[in-house]
């Protein structure tokens, strides 16, 4: 097609050369043919130095420049494709860590729920005592006020005389015996009798035989005794009516007592009772009772019941 096209200008520009002259400002009258050799015409676009090959080679280079821009529009679009994975791979980590503590506090949550449910349930049930008591306040409050009425009554319409007081004269032990809440309490050292000859000893001295009842009174007289290689007193006690069936000076029976182990054992017809007390500081009063021979001469403890007269 570019062929063509340059045969058909050449024909033409040849033709209006051959024709002859032309006038101009009417100054020449005659021109002299002048055959000049025609030579092909070129693509102005692509021929010499011009206007043309200049736009072409800013096409070229807008070209260029465009289809780098595409390249580096692209690659950027990979990046923040990318870039974009990672951020969405990263929001849902962070997504599914919120979710986990959203449920962590929901399960907190419902805990904190059911304790508050039953505090309020104990609180409730507090308070309904508590109302209950305040009920109860009333009525004894009530009731004392009425019972005052009643007292303010009763004072007001009789006069009331008050009883003087008695006054105990407190009690007070022959010399040589010992004071224990209502009794006083004689230990012969040196006098040695039977057990009958002690009884009938302390009978003249308006007592008995001492008759022991409580650990304090046990551990009072066991205080009193003086301590040696085998001290041994005779107190109130016997099963010479019936064996094994221990009593005491006045016929009641012995519930009981401070025996020491394996005590009475009833070894030679030991039919009466005794307290020992040695040098041996591991022996305690609440264990010191044995049975013995009545018919060894012993120490003794005798007793005096006493009655606080008043004033």
Known sequence: MATTGSSSTDRIYSKLIDEGSYDQSNHRTDVQHINYPVSPVRNPWLSGPGPYRFATICLAALSAILLISIIAVTARNKNKSASGVEATAEMQRQNANISAVMQKLQSENKQQQKERDELQKERDALQKERDALQKERDALQKEKDELQAK???????????PTPRSTAVPIVCPTNW?????????ITAQNRQSWSGSNRYCQTQGAHLAIILTAEEQTFLWNLLPRGHWNSFWFGITDGETEDEWKWVDGTPVEGGFWEENEPNNHINEDCGYIVKTQVLERVATKSWYDAPCNMPLPFICEKEMRSTSQ
């Not at 007292?151 to 005389?161: F, G, M, R, V, Y």
């Open 151 to 161: 007292l303010d009554s009763i004072l007001t319409t009789k006069a009331i005389t």
């Open 178 to 186: 010992h004071l224990f809440e209502n009794s006083c309490y004689l």
